[in-house]
């Protein structure tokens, strides 16, 4: 089974692999494999993503829920724009470290009329007393059909969300999103 294994090793990683330690003793010393480069962040887009009237069923046994409507908003990077889709949820779990699970569902309409799906997740902590407030990261998640927005589905990405107000004074987040390249 250790010659499969290593074999199957090599094909993967491209190396080859020796099937037996004592082999590898005798082998010929091999250039050590190149790192890939860390990955770096590039803006992708920036949401303002308006919020409707929290709903709060109150406590469960996984914490305190919260319930907020998505009821609009827009959308802007470079070769993306667009609007947010109302009826998309944040769903909100206040759990017992006062810190809170955010993960919100809802759509995009992009200008030529694609629609996205965004499941952005992420946890909102209070600072420590006397401390400034922690930055809100999240890990969004996109669903585009094939074709021009395709990228989406095949990137990594991390989010930014801080509070913001609409253009009629509603409650809002502004969330920026970066790609990993």
């Known amino acids: 089974m250790r010659i499969a294994i290593s074999t199957i090793l090599a094909a993967l990683l491209g190396?080859?692999?020796?099937?037996?330690?004592?082999?590898?003793?005798?082998?010929e010393p091999q250039a050590?494999?190149?790192?890939?480069?860390?990955p770096r962040l590039e803006f992708a887009f920036e949401e303002l993503v308006l919020l409707g009237a929290a709903v709060a069923p109150g406590d469960t046994p996984y914490g305190r829920r919260n319930i907020i409507p998505i009821t609009g908003g827009t959308f802007e990077g470079p070769g993306i724009r667009g609007t947010i889709v109302p009826?998309?949820?944040?769903?909100?779990?206040?759990?017992?470290?006062?810190?809170?699970?955010?993960?919100a569902d809802y759509m995009?309409?992009?200008?030529?009329?694609?629609?996205?799906?965004v499941?952005?997740?992420?946890?909102?902590?209070?600072?420590?007393a006397g401390e400034p407030p922690v930055p809100v990261r999240t890990s969004p998640r996109f669903e585009a059909p094939l074709g021009?927005?395709?990228w989406l589905n095949r990137t990594?990405?991390?989010?930014?969300?801080?509070?913001?107000?609409?253009?009629?004074?509603?409650?809002?987040?502004?969330?920026?999103?970066y790609k990993a390249v």
């Open 15 to 27: 190396t080859q692999a020796q099937a037996e330690p004592q082999r590898q003793a005798k082998a």
């Open 32 to 38: 050590e494999p190149s790192v890939p480069p860390a």
């Open 87 to 103: 009826g998309g949820w944040d769903w909100q779990l206040v759990r017992a470290d006062g810190c809170v699970d955010v993960k």
């Open 108 to 117: 995009l309409r992009t200008d030529d009329g694609v629609i996205i799906n």
């Open 119 to 128: 499941v952005n997740t992420g946890a909102l902590c209070p600072p420590k």
């Open 148 to 150: 021009k927005y395709a």
């Open 156 to 177: 990594a990405f991390i989010g930014t969300l801080e509070r913001a107000t609409g253009p009629q004074g509603e409650p809002a987040v502004r969330i920026r999103f």
